[in-house]
């Protein structure tokens, strides 16, 4: 199970920082993501993050969202610093992988962002 939770409406150049738990035993053993999905769309990755820790990032969000993970608390972070009206989406975390891997684990409710003046 996938809980996210900090999404916001923020003006642009402002900060979120984004919170996913989860429940499970796919946690400690893949890499994890943070998607984000906009009306019509399919979940589009713009960061992730290994069990070892290297991580990736989309180029439009290279610079200003940062991933992290807690693994004592289960839980994996977006960090996301001067945000762009275009980052306004539905938010999701879910494990970095094969599509049959993310659709077995399964999509929280998704945590919204909007950003607009």
């Known amino acids: 199970q996938l809980v996210e939770s900090g999404g916001d409406l923020v003006k642009p150049g402002g900060s979120l920082t984004l919170s996913c738990a989860a429940s499970g035993n796919f946690f400690d053993s893949y890499g994890m993501g943070w998607y984000r999905q906009v009306p019509g769309k399919q979940h589009d990755l713009v960061a992730a993050i290994s069990p070892s820790g290297s991580t990736n990032y989309t180029d439009s969000v290279k610079g200003r969202f940062t991933i992290f993970r807690d693994y004592a608390q289960n839980t994996v972070y977006l960090q996301m610093n001067n945000l762009k009206p275009e980052d306004t989406a539905v938010y999701h975390c879910?494990?970095?992988?094969?599509?049959?891997?993310?659709?077995?684990?399964?999509w929280g409710h998704g945590t919204q962002v909007t950003v607009s003046s």
């Open positions: 879910n494990v970095d992988g094969p599509q049959a891997l993310i659709t077995s684990v399964g």
